[in-house]
């Protein structure tokens, strides 16, 4: 797939986050403010970086694949000076009202109903759409969990009533 991608013109490059149970706790409170992420670490080398600058600067769009990319890159994009090869740690829980710094869409598997993933993907791409999505996956007794089927999300335009504005530092 990656080969077949590349003669394609895709340009890869790779995060590293040290996944830990807190992304796949359920969120048990009914106020999501209230639910803690458990930190994370996570690596961004400055040859991705430089990938996602160039992406950029050509036009296309940053596609991440998988919730942890997404969270990677973006608590990477949220730090005081911005995107820049590093490595920390994030906490970073991402809801509906998140303004995106980085990535434009995300390839990602169908997620559990009160899990931080699924409110990340409805941050993502819109509670409607995510809702609509969810439905015709369960109509079509498509498959959950991680090695389940997957979707690609863009992000909402301007046009679609969203705020796209890149969020400064």
Same mark, same amino acid.
């Given at each position: 797939m990656l080969a077949a991608l590349? =003669?394609?013109g895709v340009r890869t490059a790779f995060v590293t986050l040290h996944v830990g149970a807190g992304t796949f706790q359920p969120v048990r409170s009914e106020d @999501?403010?209230? &639910?803690?992420? &458990?930190?994370? %670490?996570y690596r961004i080398t400055s040859e991705t970086v430089a990938a996602i600058e160039q992406t950029r600067a050509d036009g296309r769009k940053v596609i991440a694949v998988g =919730? =942890?990319? *997404?969270?990677?890159?973006e608590a990477a994009a949220a730090r005081p000076e911005g995107l820049a090869a590093c490595e920390d740690e994030t906490a970073l829980f @991402?809801?509906?009202?998140?303004r995106f710094r980085v990535i434009d869409r995300l390839i990602t598997n169908f997620h559990l109903p009160r899990s931080t993933l699924l409110m990340l993907v409805s941050a993502f791409a819109g509670?409607?759409? @995510?809702?609509e999505a969810y439905a015709r /996956?369960?109509?079509e007794r498509w498959r959950f969990f991680s090695y389940g089927d997957a979707m690609l999300l863009d992000r909402p335009t301007l046009t679609d009533g *969203?705020? %796209? /504005?890149?969020h400064a530092g």
């Open positions: 590349k =003669t394609r @999501i403010s209230q &639910h803690r992420m &458990h930190a994370e %670490r =919730t =942890t990319s *997404l969270r990677t890159i @991402i809801t509906p009202g998140y509670f409607d759409t @995510i809702r /996956a369960v109509a *969203l705020d %796209r /504005a890149p």
